[in-house]
């Protein structure tokens, strides 16, 4: 069975400073993909980053990047010179590619305090 | 390009009756998730569709809960006879099927509080 482990519960940094959030997956297959999603006060679900299984490659975007170790079946997001609206609870989610249904299994969730 | 809606966003109801929530999903996405979060929790799957054939159900998904697309657009999610223990935020998310997989895009969750 398909298992994502977010161990950190909760961080608070100051704004300015960068902060990792950590995420560890498990799974049989071969074939599957990897997400963040960030959660604000608002309750609504945003879509942060989708990796396949064959991708290792690191990912930039903006202020956000993510390093994806397939050796220790980890998934860590990285937030640089963290702000204030960046403070959300962050979900990481494993689909597998079993069947038809690629439904997603989630960890717990980080919540993130950024202090101004 | 509309995301994902679900009507109502909070609903407060008593222990044994019946409520009914609906997601609207994006408009060109033939697939449809519904997820249950308690609080402090990751949402957990509870169904899927693919166009309007309901293909997964979790075992989460008591007799007491029932889902519908019936025209392969909008979806309906009913639950019976409610539980203090169904008091929850029901998400609502919709892919496309492109390829082997999808991005799920959530709407913003319907809140039920069973007194």
């Known amino acids: 069975a398909q298992k994502v482990t977010q161990a950190q519960t909760e961080i608070s940094v100051v704004e300015k400073e960068d902060v990792t959030l950590d995420c560890v997956y498990e799974t049989r297959d071969t074939t599957y993909y990897l997400f963040w999603y960030k959660q604000p006060p608002s309750g609504e679900l945003v879509f942060l980053i989708r990796r396949n299984s064959f991708d290792e490659q690191n990912e930039i975007s903006g202020r956000y990047s993510w390093n994806f170790q397939k050796s220790t079946s980890s998934f860590n997001f990285t937030i640089t010179a963290s702000q204030v609206v960046d403070s959300a609870v962050y979900f990481c989610?494993?689909?597998?590619?079993?069947?038809?249904?690629?439904?997603?299994?989630f960890g717990k969730g980080i919540t993130l305090s950024v202090r101004p | 390009d509309t995301g994902v809606s679900q009507d109502p966003r909070h609903k407060i109801t008593k222990r044994g009756q019946n409520v009914t929530f609906r997601c609207d999903p994006i408009?060109?996405?033939?697939?449809l998730y519904w997820y249950r979060q308690t609080l402090g929790q990751g949402p957990e799957f509870l169904t899927y569709?693919?166009?309007?054939?309901?293909?997964?159900k979790s075992r989460l998904l008591s007799d007491r809960f029932s889902a519908e697309r019936p025209k392969g657009s909008f979806s309906t999610l009913e639950i019976q006879r409610t539980e203090q223990g169904d008091s929850a935020m029901y998400l609502c998310?919709?892919?496309?099927?492109?390829?082997?997989?999808?991005?799920?895009?959530f709407g913003p969750g319907t809140r039920l509080t069973v007194l």
């Open positions: 408009s060109e996405h033939n697939r």
């Open positions: 569709f693919q166009n309007e054939a309901q293909l997964e």
């Open positions: 998310a919709s892919g496309a099927h492109r390829t082997s997989t999808d991005t799920q895009y």
């Open positions: 989610a494993l689909s597998e590619l079993t069947g038809a249904n690629s439904k997603l299994t």
